[in-house]
């Protein structure tokens, strides 16, 4: 697969999965696909179970996705996922085989509030957090 066909691919996946369209959503994937999920510890093995993970999310999501960069066969996704209206920004690493995604890890930050000691060096990104807790 050559990288334009793995950014149409990713991108088709991501339009799915904010059209909640699980079916096209999960095309991407390998049959025995891996999908990590490092803050909760979590290991799904194979399409079929991700897909029922995530067809079980009781949650309304939305997907906007900031930027996808990479190459090959390792692509990152840099998304905001709303569940029921709250935004998490978060990262996926998607590594490929033979034209479809064989491991996949998805790394989930919630927004905090700019940290006062660094007021006098940012400027604001245009998305205000929705965490009052002071940031790192």
Request: hydrophobic share 35%.
């Amino acid at each position: 697969m050559d990288d334009r066909a793995a950014r149409a691919a990713l991108e088709r996946h991501w339009q799915a999965s904010d059209a909640g369209d699980f079916t096209v959503e999960h095309d991407i994937y390998h049959e025995d696909a891996v999908l990590d999920y490092p803050q909760s510890g979590e290991r799904i093995r194979g399409r079929g179970k991700i897909e029922e993970s995530r067809r079980l999310q009781p949650n309304a999501k939305r997907f906007t996705v900031r930027r996808m960069i990479g190459g090959g066969d390792l692509w990152v996704t840099e998304f905001i996922l709303t569940y029921d209206g709250a935004p998490s920004y978060a990262v996926s690493i998607m590594e490929f085989r033979g034209g479809r995604v064989a491991h996949e890890t998805q790394y989930f930050a919630d927004p905090f509030a700019p940290g006062p000691s660094r007021a006098h060096l940012v400027e604001p990104m245009g998305e205000a957090p929705s965490s009052t807790d002071p940031g790192p």
